[in-house]
């Protein structure tokens, strides 16, 4: 494959089906109008022989032989011949007619096309051209330079196909004796009328035999469709899992072709699982290693600063007192995010939330600090509930009123809120801060990404972590003006 080139799309398996049925039986078709056509040709030719027959029998029935022992025809009344319809006039003489009708005689022209027609139908274009004649080969009536069919023994018919003057014919030779002479009777057909009828039954044969395939065919992707519908069911259970289900998936009901492909699947999700559980366990070990130390370090700074009376240390001490604390904080939201993807817990971990007993919560662990900063934290609550994480919902509505008392200016207030909205729950967080502007409000999200005028104790995780937790509930988080004054409305709209 070149450089740049789009990979070949794989076609389906309903059209390689498809496709590798359609040539058998293409070829099927093509045998089975084969094979009809020599099954039919042959009787049907037999039916216009014995038809043809019955002529060269009616011309030997108006044979007699003479006073002077030569074998003459009588002239046969217009109608005895099944050259026309009984009832049908016959065709007229042309210019060139030399008037003996005793002999019939079929005449033509030297291009070799006949001026004299016999039809068999009027107005039709088949026609018969006729000979009596001797074994010795001399002509007794008729035209003297149709052929003879060979291959007749003692007084029986033989048959042939050949061409006289240009025409293909079909002749029939009948070998019989008249009063004791024998003579032959010959016969030519044009093929017009054969052919006509082999083309009509190929044409009606083909066309049923069409119809057959197109309707096994549709039969057929019938039976694909409908063969296919547990691998597109299984399709359909996988898209409807959960982001963190790591659970196998059912392999009794999957089709035997399928089985080995779910049987790997289940391999895989295996490891995810067993990978996901390796870093949780990690991450709550380095949790516990990261939050002693720097505990304890802040107290040390504590204890260092209240054994100290000089300004300068004091100040130094601060600073690294805030820098620990920065760290440790860092520290938190970065195992917080960790732990809010979606692999990282089982379905087992979601439970019924009821939002207000959890604004609850959140409000009277985050009461202090907005005391501190003299901040109005207060909420609207109604009756609504979610099927989640409990624990991670709570971190999220504590990273967002965190962000909120960060970026609200002191003497502010800071709204919670729950309730449903067009029947799906909702939680909302409304600061009196300057707001985000709507160019910044995607960027936000980012992880490390701090907007301009935020305190330098920042670490931007915050938001971060509230969009990874929302997509794990399957919630869309956006954020909004608030409803009064200036400020940003934070809401997290969970699916109905």
């Known amino acids: 494959m070149s450089v740049g080139s789009k990979p070949r799309r794989a076609p389906s398996i309903r059209g390689r089906l498809l496709g590798y049925l359609l040539l058998p039986l293409v070829l099927l078709l093509v045998a089975s109008v084969w094979a009809d056509h020599r099954t039919y040709v042959t009787p049907l030719y037999n039916a216009f022989d014995r038809t043809l027959s019955h002529t060269v029998l009616a011309i030997a029935a108006h044979l007699n032989r003479g006073a002077d022992g030569q074998v003459h025809l009588e002239k046969p009344d217009p109608g005895f011949l099944p050259m026309h ?14 008037g003996d009708h005793d002999k019939l005689p079929l005449r033509f022209e030297p291009d070799g096309r006949p001026s004299i027609w016999t039809h068999l139908f009027p107005g039709g274009r088949e ?12 002509t ?18 033989s048959y042939e196909d050949a061409v006289y003057k240009q025409l293909p014919l079909r002749i029939v030779s009948y070998r019989t004796q008249v009063s004791g002479q024998p003579v032959i009777v010959s016969v030519g057909e044009t093929m017009h009328r054969r052919d ?42 996988i898209a409807q899992r959960q982001p963190q289900s790591l659970q ?12 080995p492909l779910v049987q790997s699947l289940n391999t895989l999700l295996g490891t995810v699982r067993t990978a996901a559980q390796a870093q949780q366990h990690f991450l709550t070990n380095a949790a516990h290693q990261l939050r ?15 054994e100290t009376g000089d300004e300068a240390q004091q100040e130094r001490i601060a600073r690294l007192y805030n820098s620990v604390d920065r760290l440790a904080h860092t520290a938190n939201q970065l195992l917080a995010l960790a732990r809010a993807e979606p692999s990282a817990h089982s379905p087992g971990d979601f439970t019924d939330v009821q939002l207000e007993t959890l604004i609850g919560s959140v409000a009277d662990s985050m009461l202090d600090r907005a005391i501190a900063r003299n901040i109005d934290l207060g909420a609207e609550c109604a009756p609504a509930h979610v099927h989640g994480v409990h624990w991670l919902l709570h971190e999220l509505l504590i990273n967002l009123v965190d962000n909120a008392i960060r970026h609200t200016p002191e003497s502010g207030r800071i709204t919670l809120r729950c309730g449903r909205s067009g029947g799906a729950p909702y939680l909302e967080v409304e600061d009196s801060g300057p707001g985000i502007p709507t160019a910044e409000r995607e960027r936000v999200r980012e992880r490390f990404y701090r907007a301009a005028g ?6 931007g995780l915050g938001l971060a972590i509230v969009e990874e937790i929302a ?25 109905p």
Do not use: W
Not at 248 to 259: C, G
């Open 454 to 459: 935020s305190d330098g104790q920042s670490s």
């Open 140 to 157: 007794v009536a008729g035209d003297q330079g149709l052929p003879i069919a060979q291959g007749g023994v003692g007084n029986g018919f």
């Open 196 to 237: 006509r009828a082999v083309r009509r039954l190929d044409t009606v044969i083909g066309v049923s035999d069409g119809i057959q395939l197109l309707l096994v065919l549709g039969v057929c992707l019938f039976g694909i469709t409908v063969a296919l519908r547990p691998i597109n069911r299984l399709g359909e259970r």
């Open 248 to 259: 196998p998936l059912a392999v009794a009901p999957v089709p035997s072709e399928v089985r």
């Open 292 to 306: 002693t130390p720097l505990s304890g370090l802040k107290a040390q700074l504590e204890v260092l600063a209240s």
């Open 127 to 138: 026609s018969v051209v006729y000979r009596v004649n001797l074994p010795d080969g001399r």
């Open 85 to 98: 319809p009984p009832g049908a006039p016959p065709p007229p003489p042309s210019a060139d007619d030399s």
């Open 471 to 495: 997509r794990g509930h399957h919630a869309r988080f956006d954020i909004l003006d608030a409803q009064e004054g200036t400020g940003a409305r934070m809401r997290v709209a969970f699916p």
